[in-house]
């Protein structure tokens, strides 16, 4: 199989209310103004917004913090606080990688396709050796698309030099999945190493 995983969320911690818990406690105070300020700072990454910009490597961390101050009242150093918490927050999830290992042992081919702003990338390039498992990838930020534009799904599929529908996306937005399916690729919704690996083909790990 040819197996390419998202990484924030499926193969990366994302967890957005505890870290704004941890990084701005005098505005998340509860869940319920944890789960605002998500809203309010990250918009649902959705094309347009201010995040998705950073995504997709249009700006950088200062015009973003500004224009998020801007929108929404927060100091700039405050959105920053947010901007540099990130990398650490981005842990890896245990499970996933156990299971891209033992993908990889079976001899599937890896590779991953993510919506991830430069500085982030290139942190996890750094600081990860299991990303050498991954024959390649693509980050938005480093080809100025993101999911779900059909764009992106394109140029993966031929930077990896595989059909589309011979590629199963891991995502764990829904939307990605979607849109990867309506290009003719596999998609699983990624709701937990263990779901995950129920949910391949029998006999995938043998």
Known sequence: MNIVFDFAGVVFEWQPPQLLRQTLPRHAVDDASAQALVTALFQGFRQGSDWAAFDLGQ???????????????LAE?????VVDAI?????????????????KRAGHRLFYLSNM???????LDRSHDFIALFETGVYSARVNLMKPQ???????AQRFGIAPAELLLIDDV?????????????????????????????????
């Not at 700006?59 to 009242?73: E, K, M, P, S, V």
């Not at 059909?150 to 993966?156: G, M, V």
């Open 150 to 156: 059909p764009e992106i799904f394109e140029l993966a």
């Open 87 to 103: 990398p650490l927050h981005l842990a890896p999830v245990a499970g996933t990688v156990a299971l891209i290992r033992r993908l």
């Open 174 to 206: 829904e939307r990605n999945v979607a849109a990867a399916r309506s290009l003719g690729w596999q998609g699983m919704h990624f709701q937990g190493a263990t779901a995950c690996e129920a949910a391949l083909p029998r006999g995938t790990l043998a």
């Open 77 to 81: 150093a405050e959105v920053l606080a």
């Open 59 to 73: 700006i950088d961390a200062d015009t973003l913090a500004a224009r998020i101050a801007l929108r929404t009242g």
């Open 117 to 123: 702003p430069a500085p982030y990338a290139d942190h």
